[in-house]
């Protein structure tokens, strides 16, 4: 498939899990695929100056299998230059498609100009796009915002960028301004999505596959963001409320992926949160959470897991 034909041939709807920092690593796309092979992933978003400026080190944070595909890279930046260098290593370690970050709220990003205050300056988000577009074949798409305090730009912003070449569109439904616990603003993108040619994604509170279904309309898809965290089974189209006993392979697979990638000490302190998150639900949580979060090997994170199980009544299917 070429790059720019590549999100309009993707079989519809698109889903996929967005791109987290902190949490949409390789490990946990790698579980995320294991429930539902047909999702897109995306990694975190990294630095485009970063892989300009450090390769190595950088592209270190960003190696896949080849189980998470189509994975797509996201960067983040306002430089074109290191924008095109990325783009170029991002094409060689053989991502599926790049994403650039044009909505990120992050004091750190927008006092550097990157992310959402990229909205503030379309000039430029453009350039970025187009530069970027010239000097890949991958295809190229944009997760943005509604806008800044609303969503008056949202229209010229994503015509714009296909102009430029973004080949997909992905808005999270909440301006800058507003903060998660304000209901995502589906509305504004069944209005923007009469009026472009590419496809659209839309994301932003979503509890689930039937939530994103439900919310889809016309739209060409969907990313799912928090509800996925501790629960990549929100992707699955035959159990998506696994009881603890099932949960267990998966939990302790993304452990072993994550330990596999980035070592037992690293790996088991990165785990911690995840195994938290997986285990908030079972009975006496608070109990196994001051053990969970001192997991200090793969054997130690396995056996807390076997005897949790073991505590729990198993129920009949
Ligand atoms: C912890 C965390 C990290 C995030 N990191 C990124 C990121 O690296 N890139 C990005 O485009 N969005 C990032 N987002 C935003 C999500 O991709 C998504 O747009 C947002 O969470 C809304 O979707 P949800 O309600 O399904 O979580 C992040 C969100 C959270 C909660």
């Known amino acids: 498939m070429s790059g720019s034909l590549f999100w309009t041939e993707f079989p519809k709807p698109i889903v996929a ?113 187009e530069s970027v577009a010239s000097a890949t074949h991958l295809p190229v798409s944009v997760k943005s915002r509604l806008g800044w305090e609303d969503d008056s730009d949202l229209d010229a912003f994503c015509l714009g960028a296909q102009s430029a070449g973004a080949s997909m569109i992905a808005i999270h439904a909440r301006t800058y301004a507003q903060p998660y616990k304000v209901a995502a603003q589906w509305e504004s993108l069944y209005r923007l999505k009469d009026k472009l040619s590419i496809p659209l994604l839309g994301n932003g509170g979503l509890t689930g596959l039937a939530d994103g279904y439900a919310k889809l309309k016309h739209l060409d898809g969907f990313l799912i963001g928090q509800a996925a965290m501790g629960n990549p089974w929100v992707f699955s189209t035959t159990n998506p409320t696994p009881s603890f006993h099932e949960k267990i392979p998966i939990i302790k697979a993304h452990a072993r992926y994550l330990i596999d990638d980035k070592g037992e000490r690293v790996g088991c302190r990165e785990i911690r949160k995840h195994l938290v998150t997986y285990c908030k639900l079972i009975p006496n949580a608070r109990q196994w959470r001051s053990e969970l979060v001192h997991v200090e090997s793969l054997d130690a994170i396995e056996s807390v897991l076997d005897r949790m199980a073991d505590t729990i009544p198993q129920l009949p299917n």
């Not at 094409?91 to 992310?115: Q, R, T, W, Y």
């Open 17 to 129: 899990l967005a791109p987290m920092e902190g949490y949409s690593d390789s490990a946990f796309r790698q579980v995320c695929k294991a429930v539902n092979p047909a999702i897109v992933t995306y990694t975190e978003f990294t630095s485009a100056d970063g892989l300009h400026h450090s390769p190595d080190r950088v592209r270190k944070k960003l190696a896949f299998k080849s189980t998470e595909k189509p994975v797509i890279a996201q960067i983040f930046g306002k430089d074109p230059e290191t924008f095109v260098s990325a783009a170029k290593l991002i094409e060689d370690m053989g991502f599926s498609g790049i994403d650039l970050n044009m909505g990120c709220p992050a004091k750190k990003v927008v006092k550097s100009e990157h992310g959402v205050a990229l909205r503030k300056n379309h000039t430029l988000a453009f350039k970025l796009i």
